[in-house]
């Protein structure tokens, strides 16, 4: 049973850092791409970053570049984002995702497997 399991997610003040982390079970996501997604409150859900388990370049929504940084440890499984200078208009539920394929390109239809999420709350 394919398992991404996220961590990390709480409150932060804004200019704050967290970092999130998703453990990926149930499968060998070798061919795959990693990404996080987010969804606001009333709003769709958005691609933040992706990376795939090679190391190639990796790839992040213009909203988060400069701020975010995804990475990877291939031998825990494992995808993380570190978020700097965290804004109000971050706050999201952040989703950990997995999507065949390498390519960059990446919407949320195309998508393979989904974790359950965890919340970001960043207070002005």
């Known amino acids: 049973q394919v398992q991404l399991v996220e961590s990390g997610g709480g409150l932060v003040q804004a200019g704050g850092s967290l970092r999130l982390s998703c453990a990926a079970s149930g499968r060998t996501f070798s061919n795959y791409r990693m990404g996080w997604f987010r969804q606001a409150p009333g709003k769709e859900r958005e691609f933040v970053a992706s990376i795939t388990w090679s190391g190639g370049t990796p790839y992040y929504a213009d909203s988060v570049k400069g701020r975010f940084t995804i990475s990877r440890d291939n031998a825990k499984n494992t995808v993380y984002l570190q978020m700097n200078s965290l804004k109000p208009e971050d706050t999201a539920v952040y989703y950990c995702?997995?999507?065949?394929?390498?390519?960059?390109?990446?919407?949320?239809?195309?998508?393979?497997?989904w974790g359950k999420g965890t919340l970001v709350t960043v207070s002005s």
């Open positions: 995702a997995a999507r065949w394929g390498t390519w960059s390109g990446w919407s949320v239809d195309a998508t393979d497997y």
